[in-house]
Antibody, heavy 119, light 106 residues
Framework: EVQLVESGGGLVQPGGSLRLSCAASGFTFSSYWMSWVRQAPGKGLEWVANIKQDGYEKYYVDSVKGRFTISRDNAKNSVYLQMNSLRAEDTAVYYC????????????WGQGTLVTVSS | SYELTQPPSVSVSPGQTASITCSGDKLGDKNACWYQQKPGQSPVLIIYQDNKRPSGIPERFSGSNSGNTATLTISGTQAMDEADYYCQAWDSRTAVFGTGTKVTVL
């Protein structure tokens, strides 16, 4: 059974940093692209970032470029999201998801972790 | 940037058919998919590659994609289908979600 478990969310002040983690199990992690998707309270889904199997190809939504960094550790079956220079508008539930690059869809999602940016 | 537009809400009576549209420039040239999200839960993939259903998704969910519009159809809608639905496509190295549609089963 595929499982994705996020952690690392919490309350952070504007301008601060936070690192999210996602532990994967139930599939060959190193064979799949991975992603982060977020959802602000009461709002729709917004894709944040994708990372290729080897970690060398990454894509980001424009609003986080230069502030967020996606990375992975295939030995630990984990993907991460380093978030710097956080803003109030980054407040959201952050989901880890498995990305099917060939046909462009997310087939499995984690339960999400809440990030709140507030003073 | 690429945009996908959905109606904010759709209402349907139990047992009837609900159709949700997703509009985007030349969307028919891309792979469209759909997610269902119930309150307090994570999204669930219900349609991929325009019209394919993952294992475990009921047959009453179907999809199509042509021209500028992808459509999700729920046949014989049940109370459990009340949820938010999002379309999604990939454009210029960016995953784009639709604006979302709240389906209410009256």
């Amino acid at each position: 059974e595929v499982q994705l478990v996020e952690s690392g969310g919490g309350l952070v002040q504007p301008g601060g940093s936070l690192r999210l983690s996602c532990a994967a199990s139930g599939f060959t992690f190193s064979s799949y692209w991975m992603s982060w998707v977020r959802q602000a309270p009461g709002k729709g889904l917004e894709w944040v970032a994708n990372i290729k199997q080897d970690g060398y190809e990454k894509y980001y939504v424009d609003s986080v470029k230069g502030r967020f960094t996606i990375s992975r550790d295939n030995a630990k079956n984990s993907v991460y999201l380093q978030m710097n220079s956080l803003r109030a508008e980054d407040t959201a539930v952050y989901y880890c998801a498995r990305w099917l690059q060939l046909f462009h869809y997310f087939d499995y999602w984690g339960q999400g972790t809440l990030v709140t940016v507030s003073s | 940037s690429y945009e996908l537009t959905q109606p904010p809400s759709v209402s349907v009576s139990p047992g009837q058919t609900a159709s949700i549209t997703c509009s985007g420039d030349k969307l028919g040239d891309k792979n469209a998919c759909w997610y269902q999200q119930k309150p307090g839960q994570s999204p669930v993939l219900i349609i991929y590659q325009d019209n394919k259903r993952p294992s475990g998704i009921p047959e009453r969910f179907s999809g199509s994609n042509s021209g500028n519009t992808a459509t999700l159809t729920i046949s014989g809608t049940q109370a459990m289908d009340e949820a938010d639905y999002y379309c999604q496509a990939w454009d210029s190295r960016t995953a784009v979600f639709g604006t979302g549609t709240k389906v209410t089963v009256l």
